[in-house]
């Protein structure tokens, strides 16, 4: 950490120390920064983000912050130390690391950090940012982020997501990138920014743990194993194999997959199959040969029958399609 970054993080500022003293929250913010609404603290986002297309800074600590809400996309990223917050009732920990995306009017409280207990809060702009935005992101197709995404509640008041990404080296070195970027190179910063956005993200939704406000059933949690079980050995795994490592009889564990996901075994494994040849249609230059081969195939006519049903167009037509559309 740069040594000017770290003293303005931890360096008590004039609000801290009111705060420290008088032992309450103290307001930091103008009036302008809230919106009408009497019945609930909102901030809206022209306030923050009226010549910036992202904003940074640090949440005060040493008083709990009351409950809130937002017109926007907020992340807070737990520098150092842990802190614990209420969304819609439900208490969390954010331990160091951690990553924790609130949706466009979530409504929040955050109890009182400590000393060494440095939270970072970041808005965006975009208005199409947004928890649903993040499964357009979900470069690898993965089985089990889409099946997790499909267990967020539609409403907007619950809708956040926690990131346990305190062992994700990756994690940590794009958000200290932003953060140095954003102090130190201010003319730069919305830029600079604006290209680490999708890197960390993707790289969240690809390799990090997370949950959200509702907790599984134990047939989703089923499913979910299942699902974790196809990614782990790439598709190669057969019913009978994964009903032994999950300690259930192939038919009742069959019988639970279809309940839940709609879908037999074995159709997962080919929406796996497929979905994975997509990723490697678009982001390698794998002859279809071999990516047949490495998604588990070996009869063309069967692979080719499946990838149209799955996208429409056959491998080959998919593949040059999609180039061109992107060139």
């Not at 309450?24 to 910036?52: E, G």
């Not at 904003?55 to 008083?63: D, E, Q, V």
């Not at 993200?201 to 196809?230: H, R, W, Y």
Request: net charge neutral; hydrophobic share 35%.
């Amino acid at each position: 950490m740069h040594p000017i970054i770290e003293e303005y993080l931890y360096t008590p500022n004039a609000i801290e120390k009111q705060q420290l003293s008088k032992g309450k929250f103290v307001f930091d913010l103008p009036q302008a920064s809230l919106s009408q609404n009497k019945n609930q603290m909102t901030f809206t986002k022209d306030y923050f983000l009226n010549k910036h297309s992202i904003y940074l800074s640090k949440h005060n600590r040493f008083a709990p912050y009351p409950t809130h809400t937002h017109e926007f996309l907020e992340m807070n990223y737990m520098l150092s130390g842990k802190c614990y917050q209420n969304i819609n009732g439900k208490r969390i920990l954010l331990d160091t690391g951690s990553v924790l995306l609130l949706d466009k009017g979530s409504s929040h409280s955050i109890e009182a950090l400590g000393e060494n207990d440095c939270l970072i809060n970041v808005i965006f702009k975009n208005p199409n940012q947004n928890l649903s935005w993040l499964s357009t992101l979900n470069q690898k197709n993965s089985l089990v982020f889409e099946f997790l995404m499909n267990q967020l509640p539609s409403r907007a008041s619950h809708r956040y997501l926690l990131f346990n990404s305190g062992q994700n080296e990756h994690v940590q070195e794009i958000m200290q990138r932003m953060i140095h970027t954003y102090f130190l190179e201010q003319e730069l910063a919305d830029t600079m920014i604006s290209l680490y956005i999708p890197i960390l993200i993707t790289e969240l939704v690809a390799n990090v743990p997370f949950s959200g406000p509702e907790k599984l059933s134990q047939e989703q949690d089923l499913l979910l194993k299942v699902l974790n079980k196809i990614e782990e050995t790439n598709g190669e795994i057969t019913l009978k194999e994964l009903a032994k490592q999950l300690n259930y009889h192939p038919n009742y564990l069959s019988g639970k997959i279809k309940q839940v996901s709609q879908l037999t075994f074995g159709e997962l494994i080919t929406d796996y199959r497929m979905k994975r040849a997509q990723f490697l249609l678009l982001n390698t230059a794998e002859p279809i040969e071999e990516i047949m081969q490495t998604i588990g195939l070996n009869n063309k006519t069967h692979f080719y029958q499946k990838f149209k049903a799955a996208y429409q167009a056959n491998p080959a037509q998919y593949r040059k399609t999609h180039l061109q559309q992107g060139s």
